[in-house]
């Protein structure tokens, strides 16, 4: 499955990814406020979602890996998430007053068509002057082009079990996809235990592309910045950052 998370690349995440960086917690932060319905689509493992219910906020969350739910679900028992894709995703009308999406999470839609329909649903989603926050890759992250996998990063596990992960990139410049295929691999000493590919792909957006989507599916006002202290960004940052920050009002 497509930018699935499944257990080993679940394991490796949360080793490489443990809490939240504290830059891009704050934004996602700032926009929240007490009494307020927030939802964070694509939650993952809760590495937001959770110091949002540290801190009181009643925020809901839904994702489609389950072993990422799992993860999350060992840091917050409560927590009232649900599993399920975007597309599977039918939120009552005007239900939220904030949604946001982390990481860069909106850049796994590559088709443009399943992202102005992610963008709609999103929209739909919030009350009116309600918030939706989010980050996207841009196409100065581009990885360049290799010929085969490559050791990219390695992690003990709590077993004392060696797990790594094995990439290789291609870029199709027509349709600005970044495909990074994967490996993770399990081993006890030289002794392979385990593998799990994944097929990883994200879009990479070109400069005023997200704005134009954006606007198209009704949001009345845009801000776009390029750094999580809400540096206004320029017309063409996506030429210079490797990510795009969103704020934007229904």
């Known amino acids: 499955m497509r930018n699935h998370y499944g257990s080993l690349c679940t394991e490796m995440y949360e080793a490489l990814h443990p809490a939240?960086?504290?830059?891009e917690l704050g934004f996602y932060l700032s926009y929240a406020r007490r009494g307020q319905r927030i939802f964070e689509p694509l939650c993952g493992s809760g590495r937001f979602l959770v110091p949002f219910l540290e801190r009181g906020f009643d925020v809901g969350g839904m994702d489609s890996s389950e072993e990422m739910l799992a993860k999350l679900k060992e840091k917050a028992p409560d927590a009232q998430v649900v599993c399920a894709t975007v597309e599977e995703w039918q939120p009552a009308a005007g239900k939220f007053d904030y949604l946001f999406i982390t990481s860069g999470s909106l850049s796994l839609f590559t088709d443009a068509d399943a992202c102005r329909a992610v963008l709609r649903k999103v929209?739909?989603?919030?009350?009116?002057?309600?918030?939706?926050?989010?980050?996207?890759?841009?196409?100065?992250?581009?990885?360049?082009?290799?010929?085969?996998?490559?050791?990219?990063?390695?992690?003990?596990?709590?077993?004392?079990l060696?797990?790594?992960?094995?990439?290789?990139?291609?870029?199709?410049?027509?349709?600005?996809?970044?495909?990074?295929?994967?490996?993770?691999?399990l081993y006890d000493g030289d002794r392979l235990l385990r593998s799990e590919p994944m097929d990883f792909q994200t879009h990479l957006y070109g400069p005023g592309e997200m704005n134009?989507?954006?606007r198209e599916v009704g949001f009345s006002q845009v801000k776009a910045y390029s750094s999580f202290d809400k540096a206004p960004a320029a017309p063409d940052a996506a030429l210079e950052s490797?990510?795009?920050?969103?704020?934007c009002t229904a």
Do not use: M, N
């Open 20 to 23: 939240a960086p504290e830059d």
């Open 123 to 160: 929209r739909g989603a919030l009350r009116t002057g309600g918030v939706f926050a989010f980050a996207v890759d841009t196409v100065a992250a581009r990885e360049p082009d290799s010929a085969g996998y490559e050791v990219g990063a390695s992690v003990k596990t709590a077993e004392g």
């Open 162 to 185: 060696d797990l790594i992960l094995k990439s290789k990139y291609r870029y199709d410049e027509a349709t600005r996809t970044q495909f990074s295929p994967g490996i993770y691999e």
């Open 212 to 214: 134009r989507l954006l």
């Open 242 to 247: 490797e990510t795009l920050l969103y704020e």
